[in-house]
């Protein structure tokens, strides 16, 4: 490397390391002798979380040394490459965006919270586009959809028949197909210590170990968790000089989750069972925005048909971090918003003719607003293309050819077309 590129790379690991003890998840969970006392007081009372719930948990860093660590790195990057230069200009909004995650965990039980929140990964009531539906509107849209074939028996999910260790082994034989058997690239293992059915890391894919599967929740997972999240991981390791890459502040996280809902779909890997989830945290964040509680949010999960304890799970994932009665954690909107600009993107790319620009979604945690200034640093030999790569992104004719299609379609009016085919259908 020289001297220009060894300071990128410096800068860059600088990055990597400060925010390695910030761990957003974790900071915001609730114990689960919250769960207990919430079914012991049979459900009919608010959890017992509040802003002295969250203090006897501190953080696992100095919020205020990690601030100004990340503030000394900003102005780093501005000394030594200039206000305008591009990695310059990615990496600084990096360290604003941790800055204020560390912002949002210190306000942990407070209304600030929930704000901070709503600027980092936006809210339920936002518009993709002036005069576009807001993600709200898109969740009842779905919902409607979906209660449409809601009845269908054809449609019903399998039996979940397999066990965690089960799904861990039909899992690891998937992934290690696509990354390289033996190779140890990839670890699927049991874990009991995380909300969801499952979760990725680095190299690595936790199945809780309680959660039952089917074969077609394990094609997402395989999806979803493994081509997406651990590959992009993967390529963003593999980055000799833009390590930062390797590692997603909250913008990244509406780009990975929209990537990988648009990878379930695009695979067949996706069912109405698991949009019909999606569409309601959709929902549920919504109620709690427009000022619904814990209990609230509990209900409309029991009137979708969920179990008790996949209620609290859900209503759970609404208000961590917050107060049972404030305003909600809105990580969950990056599903159905991300798949939205994703789309748009990849839509735009094909009607451009740039092409090449869609695989570089996949070179490690990037955001949208990046991708220009990725394919200049590609064409520099600063970023290198990303080295696991989904088959539908290794050839884009069939991508290309869908996308032509949709473009044509979108200037339809489906109203009128309904209205046409009202005799036929």
């Known amino acids: 490397m020289d001297e220009y590129q060894q300071t990128i790379r410096a800068l860059s690991d600088r990055i990597v390391t400060a925010q390695t003890p910030v761990r957003v998840l974790d900071a915001v969970k609730w114990d689960d002798n919250v769960r207990q006392g919430f079914f012991a007081a049979g459900g009919r009372e608010l959890p017992k979380v509040d802003r002295a719930y969250y203090e006897g948990r ?10 100004e660590e990340f503030q000394n790195i900003e102005r780093d990057i501005t000394r030594q490459l200039g206000q305008f230069n591009p990695v310059g200009q990615i990496m600084r909004r990096m360290c604003k965006e941790y800055r204020m995650v560390i912002r949002m965990l210190e306000a942990r039980g407070t209304a600030d919270f929930g704000l901070i929140s709503q600027e980092l990964y936006g809210a339920a009531s936002d518009a993709f586009h002036a005069g576009d539906p807001t993600l709200s509107d898109l969740g009842l849209m779905l919902s409607d959809y979906l209660n449409n074939i809601a009845d269908r028996g054809d449609l019903k999910d399998e039996a979940k028949t397999l066990n965690a260790p089960q799904a861990v082994e039909m899992l690891q034989r998937r992934l290690d197909q696509v990354f390289g058997e033996g190779e140890g690239v990839i670890r699927v293992f049991e874990s009991d210590g995380i909300l969801a059915d499952a979760a990725a890391g680095a190299d690595y894919i936790k199945i809780r170990s309680d959660a039952m599967f089917n074969e077609r929740d394990v094609r997402a997972l395989e999806v979803h968790e493994g081509l997406v999240h651990v590959g992009t991981t993967l390529n963003g390791q593999n980055q000799p000089i833009c390590t930062f890459l390797a590692k997603g502040p909250p913008s990244s996280t509406v780009t990975q989750e929209g ?16 949009l019909r989830k999606l569409t309601n945290r959709t929902r549920a964040i ?9 209990l609230d949010v509990f209900a409309f999960f029991r009137e979708q048909g969920y179990t008790e304890d996949e209620c609290y799970s859900n209503a759970n994932r609404v ?22 600009m994703i789309y748009n993107y ?14 570089l979604l996949f070179c490690g945690k990037t955001t949208l ?5 990725l394919r200049q640093l590609v064409d520099e030999g600063m970023v290198v293309p990303p080295r696991y790569l989904p088959q539908q992104f290794q050839d884009l004719n ?8 949709s473009n044509f379609l979108n200037h339809l009016s489906l109203d009128r077309i309904e209205a046409d085919y009202a005799n036929i259908l």
């Open 58 to 67: 501190p953080l696992a860093f100095d919020s205020s040394a990690k601030k």
């Open 259 to 274: 990537l990988a809902i648009l990878m379930e779909v695009i695979a067949f890997a996706s069912y109405p069972t698991r």
């Open 286 to 294: 919504h109620m709690a925005e427009e000022g619904a509680d814990f």
């Open 319 to 340: 208000f961590r971090g917050s107060l049972p009665n404030g305003l909600p954690f809105t990580k969950d909107l990056s599903y159905l918003k991300g798949f939205i």
């Open 346 to 359: 990849i839509q735009l790319a094909v009607r451009k003719g740039k092409l090449e620009q869609i695989p």
């Open 369 to 373: 607003e990046d991708m220009r200034t």
């Open 398 to 405: 069939a991508l290309s050819a869908w996308m032509c299609f």
